[in-house]
């Protein structure tokens, strides 16, 4: 019973289907029709223009938008605890060409426009100094928190008053518009790029990056090549991302991750560490609490020294979280 | 009637089932059972301990293992015409911070000892001049030339001499193989990492970086991560690799390719640029001759102002190589 | 009556008579004899085996330093308020090719082994989280405090423990070692490298860079000549160094420095926000206070809201020191 | 009797006298009254208005403006024996972040119109192939050829054909001017920056990156303090600069240098490589005629096997040039 992390999830039957549909003669790289039809697609999604660009991991997605955004000499704004600062291996330095995070903090794991304002005003506006270009939120947060619509605005009006880029990191996207309700666009507004994920929600090595500032495509595209992520048979990819947005399969399958979050969510009462908004539980557990559990042979990761992270995923087994739900409730 | 290239081809079957078979519950990035057995896989095949990486793209294996045996401010010794310099949109330069392709030339891009010797008598040994410290060749080159095994042999000998890492490019590794008909070990001998494509003879988005120093695998990992490209669902990139192993797939999936080029180069005849040795064929043609053909339905690439290049693949349609060979010369 | 920065003072007249002197005719680079006699000098200086290279700034010795000690997916060790985390442009980022600065916390921007400890064990040893291989140190630090020969020595022992190389950021090395009254070798023990700086006290434009860690030393050289730091007329910052290590005119001057800071410290009395160690001075004052000073003449940087630096040099006028304590004491 | 390069010359006395003139309290960094003069200095002496700033070396000067000419995936296309590829140890793939140096041929390292047409012509307009955002030629060339000023209005409307950026290299620029007799604007006219090199022609550690496209200056300043070489007390540099303004010692030293060096082109009749416009002399010598030469006390490159390089400057000794002469006459 595998509660360890959503990028461990199968591939949705749907995603299969489109990626044998997708197996006939076409041009190589992205010259073919599915890639070819992203824009669009992704357009009509968020009912605005946009241009849509297929790369295998989150972490390429972000970092390609990121470049895209900073120059070598920039920065960027984000929370000291996302995934582009602790989980990349240092990629955004890499992409960047050694840009600085520069760290900001907030309950959540999520940015809020005064920790921005403040986080700018200690930077003096000289030659000796990073100046940052771009800020970069994630939607639902490494804490499973979600930036309510009218947060989003706060934040995208703080940073446009700085001028900063907004970036999005949209790995959880889905869960995140399947709890907030919201039409997609109002989930990552004044974005200039979403790294929407699809592989943590059903599909394989796939995901999107969503430029709604559509004049750094060109940019993106040259240095998607150059970082060795045009693959020649971008039709497979193409089609998991279509399969997934045909008929909302994304929408469907963050709903479902997200219900098998409220379960345990509900059974863990006052263990949670933050509240239970996407797929992703966080749970106080003694060493003896978590041995139990696994004992009961449910797996998760060790969250700090006396926590558990768990995480749904599209296709969680209602047995298997019925029964973890009994098992908290019974700790 | 597709000819332009063996990366668009179709996927073959056998590779579509192992993914399948793949989709089970395993653990995340490469540490699945499947990514965990390609050492031992290719340790085998090649009758030598190594270590075995996949990575989507042939251009993301190339830079891995260059920047892996380069420092920023070193130097890679390559044909003028060597992918690595042509194709990958300065790779190279990004993934390894810098270091500079020192170009040679050499006959159907190919690099012979002297060559070498010369090249880098030319550099002086100071800090004003960048000092290579390897050597990439391509195997099949680039014109679908192949390096014998007492070539590789000089070659290795040759790197070896000069302290420079081998680092072979094998996007056509098993056309190679296939034609000189030669244990796996003797065509990338004296190697530090190869390349080893399998996008273009079948499989999906997944290339095996070969590690015969097996001290560059950590070193690889980290960089992969950085570089975005470990995928999350690895498992899926570890299951072509091995369907293509088994069996050995990837050598019957290359005498297939290079079968049907061999039919086409008969039919050539003094038209035949280069010596056809591989799965490219490389024609002398007019425009008019080229519009001919691609009147009659046939698709390939120009090369240059009087040429064309042809490939066949793996599921070349026998009826559709026949064709063409007739149409050629017909001519 | 200008107390800014020690880096506006003058240049020391056997500066200027050992450049003058060096106007012969020498080779280009650093062969001549003067840049060649360096290793020697600095060697005496230590009491144990070292190379020095000249570089014109701080920030290029410190860069270099640490992008021979750390991998472009590497990590630095240093603290939140570290020069080259605050004011160097991002330059480590530029020469590392992307490695981290990891922030550490601790009292007067010194670090203690516990933090580092701690920061460390924060990581976990895989490939998504960025691994540190460098501990970067001031000494002096950023406020003027300096590390006693027993603490450097306990923390030689945890970069020692935990692998890490130690680079030490001596911009103001000989105001630490003026306070210390230690031999040179125990302000830096343990060190690979020290960025040891004359420019701040009597210098025109050369720093040293002195690597204990002779195998950097061929690396730093070629990395100076890539980052454009290999000045042809080199006998001249050779012979600047030189002239400040001729009878210890370097520890004389830093003597001069700290004597007046001293004198301002004993004004100060409760203003002060970090004890007096070296020439730095940092009071708490109002912005009335600021412009009574200033009002009488005498300059300085804010420092803070409510706070300012005070910066003395090796030739700073015992007068308008004086002058400075009186209208402090004033106050 | 030394003829190795002009950048082993003495520094010129007007230099040192400004030096000393700048030494007096002055704001740090490029904040003093004589860095604040330069954008006037050079303004004046092109008759048109630029932005100037110091660095300290032609290969940082040279690499700081194609890192602000060229993005990390862009190409500069340069002459193959241009400095900037073979003597700056990949400075430019570390400044740029790996752009590639894209290598075309010319007659006495000078680069015509119609083989930058050609080398364009053969870059396909995609993804694949590193496409070229600047042309970076070297004024004087790398064999002391000069453009006149016909040329020089040639590739500047070439360049912005194409969309290039137009860099000079002038280590030699005064030099060039020299040798021209033309309007210091005409000898790199439509370059959007110029080296502009002091060093070799009587200064000490001081060149000025001039920029025509003024909106490059931010961005250079910035990118200089990334690099380290935005030096304290950088009013010694400007000091140098202004100095050799005054009065056009620049052109004074220039044309001293090129006079000896006529002298000896003169005396050398068939021997010579390359015609001599400027201060350099490259001459056809045999291993024996080297050594006779060497053992009358004459100092020199060997250029190949069976050449020599000999470099004149600004104060060489006009007895040793005659003596120099005669010898070469009497071989």
């Known amino acids: 019973m595998q509660f360890l992390s959503d990028n461990a999830a199968a591939v949705h039957p749907k995603v299969w289907d489109a990626m044998r549909a997708a197996d006939g003669p076409q041009p190589p790289y992205d010259n073919d029709g ?3 039809g992203l824009d669009a697609a992704f357009s009509a999604l968020f009912g605005r223009p946009c241009a849509a660009i297929w790369t295998a991991t ?14 070598p000499h920039g920065g960027v704004l984000c929370h000291r605890e996302a995934h582009i600062e602790t989980d990349e291996c240092g990629a ?41 270009q771009a800020l970069s939120i994630t939607q639902a947060s490494e804490y499973g928190r979600c930036y309510r619509p009218h947060e989003m605005a706060a934040l995208a009006a703080t940073a446009d008053r700085h001028g900063l880029g907004l970036h999005v990191d949209g790995a959880r996207f889905g869960n995140a518009v399947a709890f907030l309700g919201c039409p997609p666009w109002q989930a990552c507004q004044g974005a200039a790029a979403l790294s929407f994920g699809f592989v943590k929600n059903g599909g394989m090595g796939a995901e999107a990056l969503v430029l709604f500032d559509q004049g750094l495509a060109d940019l993106v595209r040259l240095r998607r ?19 997934m947005l045909d008929g909302d399969l994304w929408l469907e399958n963050a709903r479902a991750a997200n219900l098998a979050a409220a379960a345990l969510a509900a059974a863990a009462g006052g263990r949670l560490m933050h509240p ?26 060790d969250w700090g020294p006396a926590g ?3 995480v749904t995923a599209w296709n969680s087994d209602p047995d298997h979280v019925a029964a973890l739900a009994q098992a908290i409730s019974a700790l």
Chains 1, 2, 3, 4 share one sequence.
Not at 279 to 291: C, I, K, T
């Open 34 to 36: 599915l890639s070819q």
């Open 225 to 243: 090549k150059r970082a060795g992520h045009l693959q020649s048979k971008g039709r497979f990819m193409a089609a998991q991302i279509l399969a």
């Open 58 to 71: 989150g972490t390429s997605a972000n970092c390609l938008a990121l470049a895209a955004m900073v120059p």
């Open 92 to 132: 955004p330095g890499f992409y960047t060409h050694g840009a600085k995070l520069i760290l900001l903090e907030g309950e959540g794991a999520k940015l809020a426009p005064g920790t921005i304002d403040a986080g700018l005003a200690a930077i003096r506006k000289d030659v000796h100094q990073v100046q940052p």
């Open 276 to 301: 239970v908004e996407a797929n992703e539980v966080f749970l106080v557990l003694s060493d003896a609490e978590r041995a139990a559990l696994r004992g009961q042979g449910f797996s998760f990761y």
């Open 308 to 310: 558990a992270r768990i």
